[in-house]
C-alpha cells in the first residue's frame, strides 16, 4: 500500500482517511474515519482502495547532488505512467536521484501510483529544463550519457561505472536538440525483433540496471 511505504520512508504526511470498513495505524499521523462510498467520490481511481493520505512535496534542489555517482535526467516525459515506472526503475537500480526536466508533474496521481512507493525512497529534482541541470551535472565533472536510437555505439559498450548521468527523452521526439548538444555521448539499445524502438520507460530500465550490471561485476 502506497500510504503505508509513504510512512516507512518517513514522508511528511499530515493526515489519512480511511473507509469504515479498512482498519490502519499510523503511528503519529492523524486518521479520520469516514462512511463507505465517500473516498470513491474523492479518489482518482474508478475503484480505489479504501485510504487515502495528504501529504506534502518532497523535492530536492539539484544543487544538493553533486555528490551523486549515478543520476538519471529526464527531458520532457509526458506521461506520468512513464514517468513513475521510470521513478521505480532508478530507485531499484540504486540511482542517487532522479533528476526530472519539464514534463509531467512528478506528484501526479499516476505517477506516484506508477512509483510503487518507490518515489518515497528516491531523491527527486524537478528543474525548468534538462538543458540547464546538464550544464550543472557537467561542471561536477559527471559523465552525461544521453540515448537515440541511432547512436551506433551500444549502451552496453560504455564504462557505467565512473560517476554518470542517464539522459532520456520524451516518448514522441526523443532528446531535444538542445540536450543533445549538452551531453557527452550518445547510445542506443539494440533492437533484435521489429519493433522501431522501445517505450521510453523500458528503456530506462535497461539502462538503470545495466550500471547496476557494471557496478556489481568483479
Same mark, same amino acid.
Given at each position: @500500500?502506497?500510504?503505508? /511505504? !509513504?510512512? =516507512? ?10 473507509? /469504515?470498513?479498512?482498519?490502519?495505524? @499510523? ?27 495528504? +501529504? ?5 534542489? #539539484? *544543487?544538493?547532488?553533486?555528490? !551523486? ?7 520532457? #516525459? ?5 514517468? +513513475? ?6 530507485? $531499484? ?9 519539464? +514534463? ?8 506516484? =501510483?506508477?512509483?510503487? %512507493? ?7 529534482? =524537478?528543474?525548468?529544463?534538462? *538543458? ?12 552525461? &550519457?544521453?540515448?537515440?536510437? $541511432? ?14 548521468? &542517464?539522459?532520456? %527523452?520524451?516518448? !514522441?521526439?526523443?532528446? %531535444?536538440? /538542445?540536450?543533445?548538444? $549538452? ?12 519493433? /522501431? ?5 523500458? !528503456? ?10 557494471? =557496478?556489481?561485476?568483479?
Amino acid at each position: @500500500m502506497l500510504v503505508r /511505504e !509513504a510512512a =516507512r520512508a518517513q514522508w511528511p504526511l499530515e493526515h489519512v482517511y480511511v473507509g /469504515e470498513s479498512a482498519a490502519i495505524d @499510523m503511528d503519529g499521523v492523524p486518521v479520520t474515519v469516514v462512511a463507505d462510498g465517500v473516498l470513491e467520490r474523492v479518489a482518482t481511481t474508478i475503484t480505489p482502495r479504501p485510504v487515502i493520505a495528504v +501529504g506534502r512535496q518532497r523535492l530536492v534542489a #539539484i *544543487e544538493e547532488l553533486p555528490t !551523486a555517482t549515478f543520476l538519471v535526467v529526464l527531458d520532457e #516525459i509526458s506521461d506520468p505512467g512513464n514517468l +513513475g515506472t521510470i521513478i521505480r526503475a532508478a530507485e $531499484s537500480a540504486g540511482a542517487d536521484a532522479v533528476v526530472v526536466g519539464g +514534463g509531467v508533474d512528478v506528484f501526479n496521481p499516476k505517477c506516484v =501510483r506508477a512509483t510503487a %512507493g518507490a518515489l518515497f525512497f528516491t531523491r527527486v529534482a =524537478r528543474v525548468a529544463n534538462a *538543458e540547464s541541470a546538464l550544464r550543472v551535472i557537467g561542471g561536477w565533472g559527471m559523465r552525461r &550519457v544521453g540515448t537515440s536510437a $541511432s547512436a551506433p555505439r551500444r549502451y552496453d559498450d560504455v564504462d557505467l561505472i565512473a560517476p554518470v548521468a &542517464v539522459v532520456l %527523452g520524451s516518448e !514522441a521526439h526523443g532528446l %531535444g536538440a /538542445e540536450v543533445v548538444a $549538452s551531453v557527452d555521448e550518445l547510445v542506443s539499445i539494440p533492437i533484435v525483433g521489429r519493433s /522501431e524502438s522501445l517505450n521510453v520507460a523500458s !528503456a530506462a530500465a535497461v539502462l538503470c540496471f545495466e550500471v547496476a550490471r557494471q =557496478r556489481r561485476a568483479p
